[in-house]
DNA sequence: CTGCTCTTTCCTGATT
DNA sequence: AAATCAGGAAAGAGCA
């Protein structure tokens, strides 16, 4: 019993771990929840929460500022601080503990209280954002309600009876929650002991909105669905537009240069060294179950061999972190291929979709001084 | 600026 | 038939 409930924990904090700060659920507190048979989306709703909209697919860049939850003020102040290069640390994070209405209240002179010297930044930034983004949809703010929506990977779909079950009648939810609270208060609070930027980034705007691209990512849209197929129809045909060769040279194209006027435009990140290559994020997706949402699994941890179960998922999540959304399993995986020759990735023969880390990885033994695993 | 590494993109052909 | 695998080729991007 205890077992499947920490299964069922696991995958009902997922969405928890969205909210910020996290919202303390018990089961009396849980207005109502709806199974739909169609999909394997579980939507939840409790009810006195201020703030309407649905915590999976919104981020900042989708609402007035007026509009924005707690988490979306916090995502934007992340965003902010990761583009001015600023040091987190010096920022208190129960300043940030306020909606978006609150937020469009604050001075200058507030801001400066509240952020030092990131706050010009983001009053400017605000101030640009209150007059550019256009307004919310008449749907997206509608309720005194909050909506959380959870994502099931597929073979938790037979589960639905023991999720009902769990909310409805079981006392560790409470704890469960506990648990989730404290792990977001570690993550966001700079005691993170691996870099998971990947999850935590709001997506940089100017990768979306000024090259016209097809969708805005945050680390909880994993099953949002996106359609790359149409930025890379987009970009073929700029190539072929001023070529004369109808067909595409070989090799990576080059980066189209997304100038306009655009606000949100931002300079480039620069890479941190470690934590961005393909396996390490690999690795760490398998190493935090409880933020792996069904996107890959160990088939034998101790030899290291893992599975994609949801291989289009984790590219479009990769593709997040490069802020590259046309990036496709296809292409994913010819980048894992090249971790054969350097020994980082191992094949196993025989099985789609299953790889095995090599002599050349490390952090994802147990015990290992770089496994975090949870 | 150069050279290197690590992808990214495209491609052809094979396999499942 | 479609998805995946395999690996060559070429080029982008970041970094030292």
Known sequence: MAGENCEISSIFNNCITLLYPPVQIDAASVGAFTKRDDDELLTITIPGITTGVTADLCTWTQHLPYMWTQQHVLEWISYNIEQNKWDANTIDLTQCEMDGQRLCQLSREDMRISFGGLGDKLYDHLCQLKDWQSPPSANSCASNEYELKLHLPDEKLSDWDLIYDYIENDDDLHSGVKKEKDFVEREFCGERTTDLGYYSDPISPASSESCGSAG???????????????????????????GASNKRRRGRPRKINCDGPNILETKKNKHSARGTHLWEFIRDILLYPDLNEGLLKWEDRSEGVFKFLRSEAVAQLWGQKKKNVSMTYEKLSRAMRYYYKREILERVDGRRLVYKFGKNSSGWRMGDKESCGL
């Open 216 to 242: 805005v990512f945050t680390g909880s849209d994993l099953d949002m669905e996106v359609k790359p197929s149409l930025v890379r129809e987009s970009l073929q045909n700029d190539d072929k537009s001023d």
